[in-house]
């Protein structure tokens, strides 16, 4: 927020009423502050100031007229206007992205235009047989930006790109301003991963997501499981012991008196068998 004051300040510093469009990266809930470049630290008031909105070619909407907040705006909720006219909105979300014009009364010479990206990052269980989380990262934007191939980009936790399929991800590539990472085999138990909007080079704004594994829980049923089979399995073994156990003893019981044999016989067998388990 800090930096774009200050990116702000610098515009307005290297000349008052500058075309220059400015650009601006966010993410979802945060609160953003755009500056009108036409308003000099002379200014008392807003009234001549408005302020416009318009995310392609289908229309622009009022959103401050006069100085005044348009209640009937679907945004009118989330605006405020400052003394020195910069528009505030509180927690965007993606369907604020795009271009807000502050406009000087009627004339449109100094308009300054400031350009709302707003990254998004989501997770979705996925519907592949493989399973896995599906993340959805999204630069919303004004149709005007483009976006070229490969900029938006994702990282490991160690910060290495991930570029191709390996054995944990499947990157099924970047269409228009969308990308999609699919995490197949989840081996840790819990990762980092981001998602970085790049233009000229430039890390112009990222989201991490942490994905809690399930690898544990699913683990620990498997180990379950196995601990039951190795049970049932002991269980049955035990029981054919125990059967030859006793014909062993009824038998060298009716050869001769030597019961305590046969009875030795089961016991340390049994002994056996739990230290195994
Ligand atoms: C911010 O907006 C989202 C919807 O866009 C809403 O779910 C959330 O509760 C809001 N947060 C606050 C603090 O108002
Ligand atoms: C989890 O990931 C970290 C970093 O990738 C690695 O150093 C660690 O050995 C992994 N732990 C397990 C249990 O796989
Ligand atoms: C994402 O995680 C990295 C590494 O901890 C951190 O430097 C960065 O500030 C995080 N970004 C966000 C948007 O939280």
Redesign the pocket.
């Known amino acids: 927020m800090l930096l774009l004051l200050l990116t702000l300040l610098f515009v307005i510093g290297a000349g008052a009423g500058s075309s220059d469009d400015i650009y601006i990266y966010h993410r979802?809930?945060d609160e953003v502050i755009m500056s009108c470049n036409i308003v000099d630290s002379s200014e008392t008031s807003c009234s001549i100031i408005n302020w416009l909105y318009n995310r392609d070619t289908s229309g622009t909407h009022t959103i401050v007229r006069d100085g005044q907040i348009n209640k009937v705006s679907p945004q009118a909720d989330k605006l405020s206007l400052d003394h020195r006219c910069s528009l505030t909105i509180?927690?965007i979300?993606s369907?604020d992205a795009g271009r807000y014009i502050c406009r000087y009364g009627n004339t449109y010479e100094h308009d300054t235009n400031v350009y709302l990206n707003i990254l998004t990052l989501s997770a979705d269980q996925s519907t592949d047989p493989v399973g896995g989380v599906t993340l959805t990262c999204t630069l919303w934007r004004h149709t005007y930006i483009s976006c070229e191939e490969h900029s938006l980009r994702w990282l490991d936790e160690e910060r290495d790109e991930l570029k191709k399929d390996d054995d944990e991800v499947h990157y099924s590539g970047q269409m228009n301003c969308v990308s999609h990472l699919t995490i197949t085999h989840q081996s840790n138990h819990s990762r980092r991963y981001t998602c970085q909007f790049v233009k000229s080079n430039e890390v112009k704004i990222s989201a991490n997501y942490t994905l809690v594994s399930t690898v544990d829980l699913t683990s620990d049923s498997t180990s379950n499981k196995m601990i039951i089979i190795i049970i049932g399995a002991s269980v049955g073994l035990l029981t054919i012991l125990v059967i030859v156990g006793l014909t062993v003893f009824i038998t060298s019981r009716r050869k001769t008196g030597a019961a305590e044999e046969g009875v030795c016989v089961c016991v340390c067998v049994r002994v056996r068998v739990r230290v195994r388990v």
């Open positions: 979802a809930g509180t927690n979300s369907e």
